[in-house]
Nanobody, 120 residues
């Protein structure tokens, strides 16, 4: 089976920084894209950042210039560096991977989520 495990969330002051990480493990043949989503209370889940295996990236407008997504393909790990954090960034952040497992099935997997709280 495949598991995605996030870490790095927590409480931070406005203007501060956090770095999230997500490691994919298990029966993985290849990973096409890895992404970060977030869901704030009372809101729908939204795509924050996505990165393909080739390095192409996409960001939601609200985080451009502040967040950076990166990958270590050798370790099947994706990171999200979050700078200049705002209270509006408070949400549960979820790791997402579009991959082919060892049974040659293309599937989308989700992590369990990690809480990010930006507050004074």
């Amino acid at each position: 089976q495949v598991q995605l495990v996030e870490s790095g969330g927590g409480l931070v002051q406005p203007g501060g920084s956090l770095r999230l990480s997500c490691a994919a493990s298990g029966s993985i043949r290849s990973i096409f894209t890895m992404a970060w989503y977030r869901q704030a209370p009372g809101k729908q889940r939204e795509l924050v950042a996505r990165m393909s295996s080739g390095g192409n990236t996409n960001y939601v407008d609200s985080v451009k210039g502040r967040f950076t997504i990166s990958r270590d393909n050798a370790k099947n790990t994706v990171f999200l560096q979050m700078n200049s954090l705002k209270p509006e960034d408070t949400a549960v952040y979820y790791c997402n991977a579009d991959l082919v497992n060892s049974d040659y099935q293309r599937r989308v997997y989700w992590g369990q989520g990690t809480q990010v709280t930006v507050s004074s």
